[in-house]
């Protein structure tokens, strides 16, 4: 492998700038345990894990999916909110709504950030948020919303500057407005970022499952009755068994005794892979229009410092991924082949590679963003505090006091 060199701000923004088609970074992971251990992929429905066949330098392998798209969006946006998390007031890297359920009926909630919303900036959540005692944003008749809530609005891919402004990682990890007066005709920003992490050349295993009660010898013959208030009590007769409750001993056996299919066994892999792929066509498709004498109009200056730091933003997601670790889900801990983190700038024709470290990268996020204040894009370093409506603490607290019963 030949020698890289730790990025620095030119060549970034000699790649956004230029004809670099994306920035890449493909990880070799193996498992915590050794070669040969299990690694426990994510189920979906009917207890399925997502297996399919792919082509690796020319091999057709069984692969397995161990995080998605999705996951690895959620897990790089709470990498950059520990970042953010640790940085003093008023020093706050970037730009980040805020939902604050203090002194509220929900006050355990405490700080919800859009880096936690599912549809980021654009989730339901915020329309049902105040500011100033005045919506956020405004279902139907966006004058009615706050300053900000009217510049969304107007938000698009050739107008990005009010989501840089307020979220700027919904334009790295992509966002619908589907929730806005617009509705499902809202604007669609694509994903800039994509990450996922599979097994490679997966074996299935197979697991048992058993359980020893040291106090309850047997279960046989001994039925039980539910009673309303979620407790039970020994009867004569009944529908119910002991083991339904979690009391006495469970047969070993490798499949679920309810529908008869094998208990997930994990899988064995040669190793893990985790592939991440910055578009820079896709961020050269977004416009940030500024003010300038008294007019909004868009140039290549502000272009480019917004680009380049949203590049870096993601970047970062990243590299300050990379020192939490990769612990997916229980029994599923990989780590890095590799003692550094790499990436290649793809050009037509050649490749440019480059190393990244958490500290390096946050300082870049630091550097560009001031280049972008300095062209006249705005990006704030102070949190913008939201307050829940009185209807979503309502539904907050209600949902939690169901779930609390059991009615989830």
């Not at 279902?139 to 009217?150: A, E, L, N």
């Not at 339904?244 to 208990?263: A, D, F, I, Y």
């Not at 990006?379 to 059991?406: C, F, H, M, Y």
Request: hydrophobic share 40%; proline share 7%.
């Amino acid at each position: 492998m030949s020698e890289a060199k730790m990025l620095q701000l030119e060549c970034l923004e000699k790649a956004v700038a230029g004809d670099a088609v994306a920035i890449r970074s493909i990880t070799r992971l193996q498992p915590a345990g050794g070669s040969g251990d299990k690694v426990f992929p994510p189920t979906y429905e009917g207890g399925e894990y997502a297996e399919e066949t792919r082509v690796i330098d020319g091999e057709r392998l069984p692969c397995v999916l161990l995080d998605s798209v999705q996951s690895q969006a959620n897990r790089l946006e709470m990498a950059l909110l520990e970042w953010y998390r640790g940085c003093k007031d008023g020093e706050k890297p970037f730009p980040l709504v805020q939902v604050d359920f203090s002194g509220t009926a929900v006050a355990e909630v405490g700080i919800f950030t859009a880096l936690e919303a599912p549809h980021r900036i654009a989730d339901a959540v915020f329309l049902a948020c105040e500011l100033d005692k005045k919506p956020f944003r405004h279902p139907k008749d966006p004058k009615k919303g706050s300053v900000y809530g009217q510049k969304l609005e107007t938000a698009s891919a050739p107008n990005a500057t009010p989501i840089f402004e307020l979220c700027p990682t919904a334009l790295l990890f992509g966002m619908w407005d589907s929730h806005g007066a617009r509705g499902g005709l809202g604007e669609k920003f694509q994903r800039v970022l994509v990450s996922e992490i599979i097994g490679v050349d997966a074996v299935s295993g197979k697991r048992p499952a058993s359980r020893i009660d040291p106090l309850i010898k047997t279960t046989a013959d001994m039925p039980i009755e539910k009673l309303d208030d979620g407790s039970w009590r020994r009867v004569e007769k009944g529908k119910m068994k002991l083991s339904e409750v979690g009391l006495g001993n469970v047969t070993p056996s490798l499949r679920n005794p309810q529908t008869g299919n094998l208990n997930h066994g994990g899988v064995t892999i040669r190793f893990a892979g985790q592939t991440t792929v910055l578009s820079l066509p896709a961020l050269r498709r977004l416009r940030f229009p500024v003010s300038q004498s008294g007019k909004t109009q868009v140039n290549e200056q502000a272009n480019l410092a917004a680009r380049t730091t949203l590049a870096a933003l993601g970047l970062a997601a990243v590299a300050c991924q990379w020192p939490n670790g990769f612990s997916l889900r229980s029994r599923c801990d990989l780590v890095p082949e590799s003692p550094e983190l790499r990436f290649d700038v793809l050009y037509p024709g050649r490749v440019e590679a480059f190393t990244l470290n958490r500290e390096r990268a946050c300082a870049l996020v630091i550097e560009v963003s001031k280049k972008a204040v300095k062209a006249g894009l705005p990006w704030s370093t102070q949190p913008i505090i939201l307050r829940p409506n009185e209807e979503l603490v309502r539904v907050v607290k209600e949902s939690r006091d169901k779930a609390s019963k059991g009615d989830a």
